[in-house]
């Protein structure tokens, strides 16, 4: 197959951060916020070149979302700064009251997001966020995939006027999308046509899947990928299409089985179309500290993970 080349290994934050710099000369009510995590955002050049648009609330979360709300009153758009762990639940009651319920434009950027922040253990290693956010009414959860991906996605909610949960990693991963890349909000993306099952990824997972689609290629077994980088809303239309045609499916995401892509995908197949479903994720349980690569083999997130959900799910046919 092929179709898909890595052309460099970059980490998702880095992405995140050179698209902010790219919106500080572009568009000049964006500001940023962070709270004590400047080289972990890769905020530096914003902040080089728009230092009375960048604000250092320091490690007090709480008051960086009431902050961000309260910018917005005055025209601006903030991009607030921490770890998905701090992002989501040390300030929910923050972001529910403050920006989901009054669907301020704020945008909610958290990086080292799932097991792969690796060594810092469970107690940072967060994966129940995306649940947290897509519950929110007014809230758009964003999972981009690469660093090119997350480049893009930052440089589109800055047009988008409302709340935005972006999600994104600490390690390096293959950059493969395309680096001028338009990214349209709640639009998956058909990365392989396939007939014998459909493969729905999310985040770093989306390269896993390729690599498995190569794989079952292999095998004679015909996979369609999906790269679903926004969770909410989902782009329901291209999962049910591909599953009429595969008649199963996996989902693949550095999450909780439960409240995560998965969860929302089952729904949509139970409401329109049942089809045998298999989840690639955490199994209800915390992470623990160990490497990136180490944490993903040791809970089945990867290539391998997805292979074997692939041949449980066509059994189940």
Not at 53 to 72: D, K, S, V
Not at 189 to 207: C, K, P, Q, R, Y
Not at 216 to 241: C, F, M, R, W, Y
Request: with cysteine.
């Amino acid at each position: 197959m092929k179709k898909y080349i890595d052309t460099g290994k970059k980490d998702t934050r880095s992405g995140f951060g050179a698209g902010l710099a790219e919106l500080g000369r572009k568009n000049p009510n964006v500001v940023a916020l962070c709270a004590d995590l400047i080289g972990s955002l890769k905020m530096e050049k914003f902040i080089e070149e728009n230092p009375t648009r960048f604000f250092q609330i320091g490690i007090a979360e709480a008051n960086m979302m009431g902050i961000a709300a309260g910018l917005t009153i005055g025209g601006k758009i903030p991009f607030t700064g921490t770890f998905a762990a701090f992002s989501t639940g040390r300030v929910y009651d923050q972001i529910r009251q403050s920006i989901a319920y009054s669907n301020k434009n704020v945008k909610i950027c958290a990086s080292h997001a799932g097991l792969t922040l690796g060594e810092d253990g469970a107690t940072h290693q967060i994966l129940e966020d995306i649940g947290l956010m897509k519950m929110l009414p007014n809230m758009v959860v964003i999972n981009p995939c690469d660093y090119n991906q997350t480049k893009a996605a930052t440089l589109a909610i800055a047009d988008y006027v409302g709340p935005v949960y972006l999600r994104f990693g600490r390690p390096t991963v293959a950059n493969f999308t395309p680096e001028n890349q338009t990214f349209e909000i709640g639009k998956g993306i058909l990365l392989n046509e396939g007939s014998d099952v459909t493969i729905v990824a999310t985040g770093h997972l989306v390269w896993e899947a390729l690599l498995a689609c190569e794989a079952l290629e292999q095998q004679g077994i015909s996979a369609e990928v999906i790269n679903i980088h926004t969770i909410k809303p989902l782009d329901e239309e291209i999962i049910l299409n591909s599953v009429k045609k595969t008649k199963a499916i996996v989902t693949c995401e550095e999450h909780n089985y439960y409240g995560g892509l998965g969860e929302s995908v089952a729904r949509v197949l139970a409401q329109h179309y049942p089809t045998p479903q298999e989840f690639v994720a955490v199994n209800d349980t915390f992470g623990e500290s160990g490497t990136p690569a180490q944490l993903m083999q040791k809970y089945g997130l990867d290539k391998e993970g997805i292979l074997k959900a692939v041949q449980k799910v066509l059994k189940r046919k």
